[in-house]
């Protein structure tokens, strides 16, 4: 099974941009990816998948800010988060989910905090 390493979380202003990073150590082509975060004391939350075929879903929340993408060849999943709100801190986590199983695999999670 996969390994997931998130990067690219850090301190942005609100209205600023990041992209995260999700490095598997194996192949994601038949995985749905996606992202998810936690704040503190709130439960975690999906964020945005896509499929293996590339349809993707969003969180009403990030609509239209957040985009997420795949990079089969490279074992890897963005998500680009652009006109940040200080709402959108949290640990963002990265989920690797195969479909119709119970196979699961979570990433350790990277720290996204919006604050001027």
């Known amino acids: 099974q996969v390994q997931l390493v998130e990067s690219g979380g850090g301190l942005v202003q609100p209205g600023g941009s990041l992209r995260l990073s999700c490095a598997a150590s194996?192949?994601?082509?038949?995985?749905?990816m996606g992202w998810y975060r936690q704040a503190p004391g709130k439960q975690r939350e999906l964020v945005a998948h896509?499929?293996?075929?590339?349809?993707?879903d969003y969180a009403e929340s990030v609509k239209g800010r957040f985009t997420i993408s795949r990079d089969n060849a490279k074992n890897t999943v963005y998500l680009q988060m652009n006109s940040l709100k200080p709402e959108d801190t949290a640990v963002y986590y990265c989920?690797?989910?195969?479909?119709?199983?119970?196979?699961?695999?979570w990433g350790q999670g990277t720290q996204v905090t919006v604050s001027s």
């Open positions: 989920n690797a989910q195969l479909p119709l199983t119970s196979t699961s695999r």
């Open positions: 194996g192949s994601i082509s038949l995985y749905t």
């Open positions: 896509i499929t293996r075929g590339g349809r993707t």
